[in-house]
């Protein structure tokens, strides 16, 4: 029995699959939601409840480069080695989800197909393959020795491009946020009050915001003021968040838990050199 599963940043769509039943008949279909996992290998365990696989097989919504996966809207990072563990040994294959989705193009019969325009096929031309989901994801298929071979890619992940004059306000806006939340502190003991704004949207995004699976974000990232191509992070939490007993009433271990796992800490000195 072969696992075969569609890994994106929204939800996970896993399917059971044997020889003799083929990829049209699967043995069991499950959607799952990929954020209520702390890993993809407690995901796949769940699903499996210690059912014996063959061999895995997963599209990922994301860039596959040495052995691993990790896009922008995934919440973690995809090994293959760690999957193949979790696992039990079982062989593990990543693909990015458009090369994945583009493979068996060639094999879709005229009933699975809806037309949106018509038009004349070219023999043997070049296939284009769309998918619109948390992110758009393209992919091609060229003819080649032995038939088409889908090509992945991540053109997707294009710039903000507004249309509108109202998004022309939107980028503007997001623009000068940007700008005013990484400029630097002064410390010459003055009330800043150009930073309120900032504060302002800040807060927004803490207590208000909601990602497309309903949940809070746990902080953000900004560019660095004081290292050129870096990355500064905020975490959303206080002094409660970060004890695991109950010194402030309630034990809350999560931000100790995403220092641990997602922050790459990097120290920057900022200080002022003696002779300056």
């Known amino acids: 029995m072969h696992l075969a599963g569609d890994i994106g940043g929204t939800k996970t769509l896993l399917g059971l699959f ?65 999957l193949r563990r979790a696992l039990g040994g079982t062989p593990v ?13 060639p094999e879709l019969e005229s009933g699975d197909l809806v037309v949106l325009a018509e038009g004349v096929p070219t023999e043997h031309g070049p296939i284009g393959v769309i998918a619109p989901g948390t992110g758009i994801g393209q992919a091609m298929l060229l003819w080649g020795r032995g038939g088409y071979r889908a090509v992945a890619s991540e053109a997707g992940h294009v710039d903000f491009a507004s249309n509108t004059a109202l998004q022309d306000d939107y980028l503007a806006f997001l623009r000068a946020f940007a700008y005013d ?39 953000i990232l900004y ?18 968040d970060f004890t695991d007993d109950w010194t402030f009433g309630r034990p809350s271990p999560l931000p100790l838990e995403l220092l641990q796992d997602r922050i790459i800490r990097r120290a920057v000195d900022t200080s002022v050199p003696a002779d300056a």
């Open 18 to 82: 044997t020889p003799d039943r083929g990829p049209r008949h699967p043995v069991e279909l499950a959607a799952l939601a990929s954020r209520d996992f702390r890993s993809a290998g407690a995901l796949l365990g769940q699903f499996l409840d210690g059912r014996k696989i063959d061999g895995a097989t997963f599209g990922v919504a994301g860039a596959v480069l040495n052995d691993g996966a990790w896009g922008p809207n995934l919440p973690w990072k995809i090994v293959r080695t760690e």
């Open 93 to 105: 294959r990543l693909l990015n989800d458009l090369e994945a989705i583009a493979t068996f193009v």
């Open 181 to 219: 939340l990484t400029r630097p502190v002064d410390k010459d003991q003055r009330e800043h009050v150009e930073y309120v704004p900032s504060q302002v949207v800040t807060e927004y995004f803490r207590f208000r915001f909601r990602d497309h699976g309903g949940h809070p974000v746990c902080g």
């Open 223 to 240: 560019p660095s003021a004081a290292l050129d191509g870096g990355r500064s992070c905020v975490l959303f939490a206080g002094h409660e």
